[in-house]
């Protein structure tokens, strides 16, 4: 019989630091990531389909959103969900990814702050410009659109009505990864790399979560 699941429509949130400087700046508002980056991807395509073919440039571009469904899916089956064993292990840990599972509706806290977002961006532009060549940009525009994309779209599934095939699907997704399995449904903006590793969540543990989102 299928399980049927209750997702509360209520924000919900906890204070994560003494320091007051520390909390406003663990929480962002979720256009953040649009606002900030779209622009930002549109200015490097723009370099970096000056210096390459079209249609390589294209290519590349396509490759560097695919890279960034491989990152996600790394970082959220291997990085954010490794439990560590040390007290100072576990609150980092609980820091980067068990307060959102602890708070799932807490809706400042589910885009990525640019104190972590900005660093790692520039880490991945000098990564990929030393391997890649004068199809660094071109990849690299493609590898933050991918971000973007995953941002919103697990902003979306916490706290948009989709009404859409699609977007129903994906909610429904990923909120199987909070409310039936965590170890199952990795990939936030797709579930790719889910079905290569094989953490697809089994079809029969819910067939329906009613959200008033």
Same mark, same amino acid.
């Given at each position: 019989?299928?399980?049927?699941?209750?997702?509360?429509?209520?924000?919900?949130?906890?204070?994560?630091? =003494?320091?007051?400087?520390?909390?406003?700046?663990?929480?962002?508002? @979720?256009?953040?990531?649009?606002?900030?980056?779209?622009?930002?991807?549109?200015?490097?395509?723009? &370099?970096?389909?000056?210096?390459?073919?079209?249609?390589?440039?294209?290519?590349?571009?396509?490759?560097?959103?695919?890279?960034? *469904?491989?990152?996600?899916?790394?970082?959220?089956?291997?990085?954010?969900?490794?439990?560590?064993?040390?007290?100072?292990?576990?609150?980092?840990?609980?820091?980067?990814?068990?307060?959102?599972? !602890?708070?799932?509706?807490?809706? +400042?806290?589910?885009?990525?702050?640019?104190?972590?977002?900005?660093?790692?961006?520039?880490?991945? &532009? &000098?990564?990929? *410009?030393?391997?890649?060549?004068?199809?660094?940009?071109?990849?690299?525009?493609?590898?933050?659109?991918?971000?973007?994309?995953?941002? +919103?779209?697990? &902003?979306? +599934?916490?706290?948009?009505?989709? +009404?859409?095939?699609?977007? =129903?699907?994906?909610?429904?997704?990923?909120?199987?990864?909070?409310?039936?399995?965590? !170890? *199952?449904?990795?990939?936030?903006?797709? @579930?790719?790399? !889910?079905?290569?590793?094989?953490?697809? @969540?089994? =079809?029969? *543990?819910?067939?329906?979560?009613?959200?008033?989102?």
């Amino acid at each position: 019989m299928a399980k049927k699941l209750f997702v509360s429509n209520r924000d919900e949130s906890v204070r994560l630091f =003494k320091n007051n400087f520390l909390e406003y700046y663990s929480h962002i508002h @979720p256009a953040t990531p649009v606002v900030i980056y779209i622009p930002a991807v549109a200015i490097i395509s723009y &370099f970096g389909f000056s210096v390459v073919p079209a249609a390589n440039g294209i290519l590349a571009f396509l490759l560097g959103v695919v890279f960034w *469904t491989f990152f996600e899916y790394l970082m959220h089956r291997w990085v954010f969900h490794y439990q560590p064993k040390s007290e100072l292990g576990q609150k980092v840990h609980f820091l980067a990814h068990g307060v959102h599972h !602890d708070y799932p509706r807490d809706r +400042t806290r589910l885009v990525m702050p640019l104190l972590v977002s900005l660093p790692l961006a520039i880490l991945f &532009f &000098f990564i990929f *410009t030393p391997l890649l060549g004068s199809y660094a940009l071109t990849a690299f525009a493609g590898f933050i659109l991918g971000y973007v994309c995953y941002d +919103t779209i697990h &902003f979306a +599934t916490h706290h948009w009505k989709m +009404t859409s095939p699609l977007g =129903k699907w994906l909610k429904e997704y990923h909120l199987k990864h909070h409310y039936v399995d965590p !170890d *199952t449904a990795y990939g936030v903006s797709n @579930p790719l790399w !889910d079905y290569v590793f094989f953490t697809v @969540p089994v =079809k029969e *543990t819910a067939k329906e979560i009613e959200s008033g989102s």
